[in-house]
């Protein structure tokens, strides 16, 4: 089953949306969100207890707590 991606807004600093869009451009993207997809994946992985953690949050937000 393919996930489904989900669109929202953040708020960046000018000189991080600068960055963004330069390198999308570079790289012959439109916008920029994959480019944060791929830093999110990495920052995720290279943090297994930060994932740990917000994991384990989730799950208690979905009522799926043990």
Request: hydrophobic share 35%.
């Given at each position: ?23 999308a ?42």
């Amino acid at each position: 089953m393919r996930k489904k991606n989900v669109r929202t807004t953040i708020t960046l600093r000018r000189e991080h949306q600068v960055l963004l869009r330069t390198l999308a451009a570079k790289r012959g993207e439109r916008g920029f969100s994959k480019i944060v997809a791929e830093a999110l994946d990495y920052y995720f992985s290279h943090a297994p207890e930060v994932t740990k953690t917000l994991t384990e949050l989730a799950q208690v937000r979905r009522g799926r707590s043990e």
